[in-house]
């Protein structure tokens, strides 16, 4: 599956702890928006799309959730519980956030600029679309 939890380096000190994100850097793409869900209810799954070109990291930088991944072959679940792990999601990966703590702020930082069309919204879609790329790349 197209996906990766990179470590990212902690700068901490005496004073507490600080991440830095940088394009090309520590993350492999260039990116264009920052965004972040905070306030999230009880028992709520967000996500439930995948994307056709967009590339993503996603940080739970404070409390915690989880994610479900599903590249149409293969399935995953992940806990973000640390501010310094980041999930680099790549592909068409079909993604559903769950679990979040009362005080969870999940951060994604995006290849790109906020684009309805380059979402696939629905699952049987999204698994047309899978089979059609395996198709191309036999
Ligand atoms: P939505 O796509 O439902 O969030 P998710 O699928 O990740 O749970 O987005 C909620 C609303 O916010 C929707 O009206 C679209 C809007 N939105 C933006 O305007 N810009 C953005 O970058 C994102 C991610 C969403």
């Not at 028992?43 to 994610?67: D, E, M, P, T, Y």
């Not at 640390?82 to 969870?104: H, N, Q, T």
Request: proline letters at 2%; one cysteine or more; glycine letters at 6%.
């Amino acid at each position: 599956m197209n996906v990766k939890i990179i470590p990212f380096q902690q700068h901490g000190d005496s004073r507490g702890q600080l991440i830095a994100i940088e394009e090309k850097i520590n993350v492999p793409f260039e990116f264009k928006r920052v965004y972040f869900m905070y306030e999230t209810k009880k028992n709520v799954r967000r996500g439930l799309h995948a994307h056709k070109k967009l590339k993503q990291i996603l940080f739970c930088v404070h409390g915690s959730c989880k994610v479900h991944l599903d590249d149409g072959m293969e399935q995953r679940e992940v806990l973000l519980d640390k501010p310094y792990y980041g999930l680099l999601i790549e592909g068409l990966v079909w993604r559903e956030m769950y679990d979040f703590s009362e005080d969870a702020v999940l951060m994604v930082i995006a290849s790109d600029f906020y684009d309805e069309s380059d979402y696939i919204r629905d699952y049987n879609e999204f698994l047309k679309e899978v089979s059609v790329k395996n198709a191309k790349e036999k």
